[in-house]
């Protein structure tokens, strides 16, 4: 982002960006706690946050790790045991919309994983050595993931488990259910639920946060609820 601050406290729309994140999850009803894994040095920031914020449901911290599966597995320990179902997201993805969160958490339900997911429409082209094209890949068959990640909780820890017992590092959460062999859904994601990861994605996150569903909490765009 080259703006010398953890874009997660970028504002935008009037909060953070991670605020309206968090404010997703805070509005749904169907969401009964909120777990923020964080790091340590963040945390006096986070709590600040919160207060600031106001927001009513219960939330808690867990610590990040070293990789992202580490960071997931503080995580789930964090949650209430009583837990049967978990939505993983990333503080950066402030628009995700309330249905495609409870429409993942519903097939996760069903299935024992989810993702949100794009269909891919332009032409993908395979390249051997980076500079020339090896092949064109048959973009209907292809799909590219977003959070929410949602999982039955036994699921997710037993994929954790295996992967860590493999000595393997994943950089999706959905991965690890793979490797154990577990069933994951794809959730079409039909509505914008953009990443901020350059400079450029804070403009349409301001705007996707300033349409009138947003502005009045609706359940298309409610990260600024």
């Keep these: 982002m080259k703006a010398g ?28 706690e909120i777990v923020l894994v ?30 992202r599966q580490d960071s997931v597995w503080n995580g789930l320990a964090a949650l209430d045991p009583a837990a049967e179902l978990v939505a993983i997201h990333d503080g950066a ?18 299935v024992g994983a989810a993702v949100a997911a794009r269909r891919v429409t332009d032409t993908v082209k395979e390249s051997g050595d980076g500079t020339q094209i090896l092949r064109t ?16 909780v036994r699921v997710i820890r037993r994929a954790l488990v295996q992967v860590r017992e493999a000595g393997l590092k994943m950089t999706d959460d959905t991965a690890a259910c793979e490797f154990i062999g577990q069933p994951v859904s794809l959730v079409e994601s039909d509505s914008w639920n953009p990443k901020v990861t350059v400079a450029a994605d804070l403009a349409l996150v301001a705007a996707l946060l300033d349409t009138p569903l947003a502005s009045s909490g609706g359940a298309d765009y ?4």
């Excluded at 409610?222 to 609820?225: K, L, N, R, V």
Aim: proline share 7%; hydrophobic share 40%; glycine share 8%.
């Design 38 to 67: 964080i790091r340590a040095e963040r945390r006096a920031q986070f709590e600040e946050l919160g207060k600031r914020l106001g927001y009513d449901k219960p939330f808690r911290f867990a610590m990040g790790g070293e990789e």
């Design 93 to 110: 993805r402030p628009c995700t919309p309330r249905q495609l969160l409870w429409n993942t958490l519903e097939r996760a339900r069903a």
């Design 137 to 152: 890949l048959d973009r209907a068959r292809l799909w590219t993931v977003q959070t929410p990640q949602a999982f039955q």
């Design 5 to 32: 601050v953890d874009k997660l406290f970028l504002p935008v729309a009037g909060k953070p960006v991670v605020g309206h994140t968090w404010g997703i999850y805070d509005a749904a009803p169907f969401i009964d």
């Design 222 to 225: 409610c990260g600024a609820s």
